[in-house]
Nanobody
């Protein structure tokens, strides 16, 4: 069992930056692959970025490549999403997700994660 709490969302102007954090409970965080997803009003939840349990493998949706960076600190039980060059279309509720993994792999699929945070709002103004 793991509980996830996101933080770091807010209002930022286009071109600005934010860093989201997701703090996980439990002593086996380093065994979990992690992901960030987002959901804009009236749209389905979409994959943003994922990282394997070691941090050695990452994967991004094309729309954020070169702008967003996912990372993790297993000693702090925390995963991060550094978001630069933000655009109004990045506005959404951002969710952190986790899943126990026995291989150092990533997943871009929501059904590949068993645990979810409550979400944090990111609003990018034009």
């Amino acid at each position: 069992q793991v509980q996830l709490v996101e933080s770091g969302g807010g209002l930022v102007q286009a071109g600005g930056s934010l860093r989201l954090s997701c703090a996980a409970s439990g002593r086996t965080f380093s065994s979990y692959r992690m992901g960030w997803f987002r959901q804009a009003p009236g749209k389905e939840r979409e994959f943003v970025a994922a990282i394997s349990w070691s941090g050695g493998n990452t994967y991004y949706v094309d729309s954020v490549k070169g702008r967003f960076t996912i990372s993790r600190d297993n000693a702090k039980n925390t995963v991060y999403l550094q978001m630069n060059s933000l655009k109004p279309e990045d506005t959404a509720v951002y969710y952190c997700a986790a899943h126990r993994s026995y291989s150092d792999t990533v997943s871009p699929y929501a059904n590949g994660y068993g645990y979810w945070g409550q979400g944090t709002q990111v609003t990018v103004s034009s």
